[in-house]
C-alpha cells in the first residue's frame, strides 16, 4: 500500500473539470489551486487555457505523470476518467457525488474496481478533498471568500462530512487556532478514516488529530489505528448518528451504516480513545490541547474575581469528574497575609472586584505545588484588569508549565486581552462551563 505523502504533499496536481469561471465548483477548486507552488493540469476540452494556465482536452493528454488528480464531473463519466489514470497517477481525489449515497452501489463499486486494478489510492468519492496549509494544497470548491482558511497550526482535522469539516474549520478560526492537515474523506471507498489516522500518527506538523465520524467501514482496522494515534498525540472523537434517526441520516449522507452508537461508545472506552459528546466541547478541548500540554492529574484551583462565576464553575468541575479540593492549611495562611482580608481564601479563590493583574500571578505562584490545573476567570469590567494581565499571565505560565485556562466575560477590552492572551498561547473561553470542560481536556 502506499503511503499518503503525495496525498498531502504532492509536486503536481491535475483538476478534470477545471472551468473557467468561480460560478462552477470546478472554477473555484482551480483558482484555489493556483496558490499551489507545484505543477497545475487543468483538463477540460473546451478550453486550451484556464486562468493563465495551459488547459488540456483529457486527463491523458497531460504529458506526464502527476501525484495527484482530482475528479470534477458527473458521477457516470468517473469510471471512464478514471481507467485514463492508470499508470499516470498516484492518487485520486473523486470530490464528485451522486454514488451510494443516493443508491447508486453498482456504480460506486465499479469505480472501486477500476481504480484498484489501476493501483490508485482514492480519496471519496463525495467528498471535500485536502487542505495542507504548509503545501498551499487546497482542493476544497468553497471560495475564501465563504470560507476564510484558519491560519498554519497544529490540529489535523479528518472528517466524513464535508459541510462538518467546514464548520471545524470556520470554528478554528474564529478560536485563534491553527491546522495542519484538513481532509473530508466521503464515502470512502479506499482510502478512510483509518488510513488517515496511521499517516497523522507519524506527521510531525501535527500535535492534536481531530475526527468527525458517521460510520466506521472496517471496525478492527479502526481500533487498530486509533489507538496507535491516541497513544501517540492527543486524539478527539465526535461521533454522529447516535440516535435512531442520525443513524438513517448518517446512511443518506455517505451511503454507509452507522451501527450501534453503544457498541461504538463502549469499544472507545475500553481502548481510552476519548470522545467529545458534542461540538462545542469537541472544539474547546481542541483549542487547548493545541495550546497547551497535557498532563496526569484531576486537582483543580479556580481563581476568580467573580464569586458567582467561581460557584458555576465548581459544580461544572464536580460533573466533569475534576476534585475541586481546599486549600492547604498552610497556604491559607500565607494568601491571608498577601492578600487583603476581604478576599475570599478559598477554592475557589475570589479577588473581588478589588482585584488587581497582579494578583492572579501571585495566587499561582503560591497554589502551583498544589493542584494540576488552574481555572482563571477574569471579569474585566472592574477598573483593576487591565492589559497588563497579559505580560503578568506570560511570566506565570512559564513558570508555572502547568494546564490553564481563562473564562472572561464580555467588556469593553475583553477583545483585545483574549486576543493577546491567545497569542501568549492560553486559551480564554466564553462561559465557566466551557473553561472547565476545556480544562478537562488538559487533565488527562
Do not use: W
Not at 149 to 174: E, H, W, Y
Amino acid at each position: 500500500m502506499k503511503p499518503l505523502n503525495c496525498l498531502f504533499k504532492p509536486k503536481s496536481i491535475a483538476l478534470v473539470g477545471a472551468s473557467h469561471t468561480e460560478e462552477k465548483l470546478g472554477g473555484v477548486i482551480l483558482k484555489n489551486l493556483l496558490g499551489f507552488r507545484g505543477k497545475v493540469f487543468p483538463v477540460n476540452p473546451k478550453y486550451k487555457e484556464l486562468m493563465g494556465l495551459k488547459a488540456y482536452p483529457s486527463f491523458s493528454d497531460i504529458p506526464e505523470p502527476v501525484d495527484l488528480s482530482l475528479i470534477i464531473r458527473p458521477a457516470p463519466e468517473v469510471p471512464h476518467i478514471l481507467k485514463e489514470h492508470k499508470g499516470r497517477a498516484g492518487f485520486v481525489v473523486i470530490i464528485s457525488s451522486g454514488f451510494a449515497e443516493v443508491g447508486e452501489d453498482e456504480l460506486q463499486e465499479e469505480v472501486k474496481r477500476i481504480g484498484t486494478e489501476a493501483g490508485l489510492r482514492m480519496l471519496g468519492p463525495n467528498c471535500m478533498g485536502i487542505y495542507n496549509p504548509y503545501k498551499r494544497l487546497d482542493t476544497f470548491f468553497l471560495s475564501y471568500e465563504r470560507l476564510r482558511r484558519p491560519k498554519k497550526g497544529n490540529v489535523a482535522l479528518v472528517s466524513q462530512s464535508g459541510a462538518i469539516l467546514s464548520c471545524l474549520m470556520s470554528s478554528l478560526r474564529d478560536s485563534n487556532t491553527g491546522v495542519s492537515k484538513a481532509v473530508g474523506y466521503g464515502n470512502a471507498i479506499d482510502i478512510d478514516e483509518s488510513d488517515l489516522y496511521e499517516y497523522l500518527s507519524n506527521d510531525r506538523s501535527t500535535d492534536v488529530v481531530v475526527s468527525y465520524i458517521e460510520s466506521v467501514g472496517n471496525g478492527r482496522k479502526f481500533i487498530e489505528k486509533a489507538k496507535i494515534l491516541s497513544e501517540k498525540k492527543p486524539f478527539l472523537i465526535l461521533k454522529s448518528g447516535k440516535s435512531k434517526g442520525g443513524q438513517s441520516a448518517a446512511f443518506s449522507h455517505t451511503g454507509r451504516l452507522a451501527g450501534r452508537y453503544e457498541v461504538f461508545h463502549s469499544i472507545l472506552r475500553q481502548f481510552g480513545i476519548r470522545e467529545a459528546e458534542d461540538f462545542d466541547v469537541l472544539m474547546d478541548s481542541a483549542k487547548a490541547l493545541s495550546y497547551q500540554r497535557a498532563i496526569k492529574g484531576k486537582r483543580v484551583c479556580i481563581i476568580t474575581n467573580g464569586g458567582g462565576s467561581g460557584v458555576l464553575a465548581a459544580d461544572e468541575c464536580e460533573r466533569q469528574g475534576l476534585d475541586v479540593a481546599g486549600l492547604p492549611k498552610e497556604k491559607i495562611n500565607r494568601l491571608k497575609l498577601l492578600f487583603p482580608h476581604f478576599y475570599g481564601i478559598g477554592n475557589p479563590l475570589d479577588l473581588t472586584a478589588q482585584v488587581r493583574d497582579e494578583d492572579y500571578s501571585n495566587a499561582l505562584s503560591e497554589l502551583n505545588d498544589d493542584y494540576d490545573g488552574f481555572l482563571l476567570i477574569a471579569l474585566p469590567n472592574v477598573l483593576g484588569i487591565t492589559e497588563r494581565l497579559v505580560s503578568v499571565m506570560r511570566l506565570a505560565k512559564e513558570k508555572i508549565n502547568k494546564p490553564m485556562v481563562f473564562y472572561m466575560s464580555s467588556s469593553s477590552i475583553s477583545k483585545k486581552l483574549i486576543a493577546l492572551l491567545e497569542k501568549a498561547r492560553i486559551p480564554v473561553y466564553p462561559s465557566p462551563e466551557r473553561a472547565v470542560r476545556a480544562l478537562g481536556a488538559l487533565l488527562d
